[in-house]
């Protein structure tokens, strides 16, 4: 039995009991964890309202944060194989990303502890994620997801006017806002953009961020917890960080981008026996054979501009902690 198959049918029932859980979904939907809310042997994690850890212990400064992304002409081949793909109409918007090797003084786990972000979550020794994005959130049946593109320094001069101007990203947010609607339609009714295109700021090691997000919601079928699992796994993978058209888009990933994303992008989530909280695993860091590797990318359009999305790429190579 396919991965998908096994572990929907398990959130499915778990649901249907109103059992809690949490759950790690990667990129392509082939490796899936579930564990009871409590399991802190293997995973540590918190949402915007819940956690299954109590207390942060005194932690080391970061005395190193040394970064070493992949050439630009490297990421070059991939960027221009995505537009070959783009003007061939096999695409309109694809999430290009790239490794970048980190040398730090921190532990995954001093990462963990000295983050600040809505979403937490360290993986054993396999990864930290400190993500500002929410995947979908599920109220008394109530879905919600809040897609986020768009960043531009904060330091920069009128910042939020100029993102929210910018042509390249707001054409890239609609795409986003309208593939994320389509998603949420295979699962609810009445579905609605309640909120367009609001700024949030993150604080960082190395400086200010503004991310532009939307809000759209859905209601849901009576019967939703006994379709927990399905639910999740209808709108996998996540619209924000694969593109549209998404099959033909992953497609086009996988040439193009040339190595493994793993959990990088997939989802992490937890079911309180009613409600949903979930967040698409971005801002990661994973340990591959003792060295550090931050994940990271951007939304590709017809109107990018490859030493642009290159730098947006190691922009976003950042920890969300401060001396």
Not at 38 to 58: C, G, H, M, Q, Y
Request: proline fraction near 4%.
């Amino acid at each position: 039995m396919k991965v998908r198959e096994e572990i929907s049918k398990k959130m499915n029932a778990l649901g249907a009991a109103g059992e809690p859980f949490v759950f790690l979904i990667d990129f392509e939907g082939e490796r899936a964890e579930i564990f009871s809310t409590d399991d802190s042997n293997r995973i540590l994690w918190k949402t915007r309202e819940a956690s299954n850890f109590k207390t942060e212990p005194v932690h080391p400064e970061i005395g190193q944060w040394e970064i070493e992304p992949v050439s630009f002409d490297t990421y070059k081949k991939g960027f221009d194989l995505v537009q070959k793909h783009i003007h061939n109409g096999d695409t309109y918007l694809l999430n290009y990303t790239q490794p970048t090797s980190v040398k730090t003084n921190l532990s995954l786990t001093d990462i963990f502890e000295r983050s600040a972000a809505p979403y937490k979550i360290l993986f054993r020794d396999e990864f930290v994620c400190f993500s500002p994005e929410a995947f979908v959130q599920i109220n008394n049946g109530k879905i919600a997801s809040f897609p986020m593109k768009g960043t531009m320094d904060a330091g920069i001069e009128n910042a939020e006017e100029l993102i929210l101007k910018d042509s390249k990203e707001l054409a890239e947010h609609n795409t986003i806002v309208d593939l994320i609607r389509n998603d949420l339609s295979l699962v609810a009714e009445n579905v609605t953009v309640e909120k367009f295109r609001y700024l949030e700021r993150i604080r960082t090691n190395r400086r200010d961020l503004f991310q532009v997000s939307s809000k759209i919601t859905g209601d849901l079928p009576g019967d939703y917890t006994k379709k927990i699992g399905d639910i999740i796994f209808t709108m996998l993978p996540a619209g924000s960080i694969s593109g549209a058209p998404k099959k033909k888009t992953v497609e086009i990933i996988k040439a193009a981008e040339n190595y493994e994303r793993g959990f990088y992008t997939g989802i992490f989530g937890y079911f309180d026996g009613q409600n949903l909280d979930s967040c698409v695993l971005i801002r990661y860091i994973e340990n591959c054979n003792g060295q550090l590797v931050y994940k990271s990318g951007g939304g590709i359009t017809f109107m990018s501009e490859a030493e642009k999305e290159y730098e947006e790429l190691i922009k976003k190579v950042y920890v969300p902690i401060f001396a």
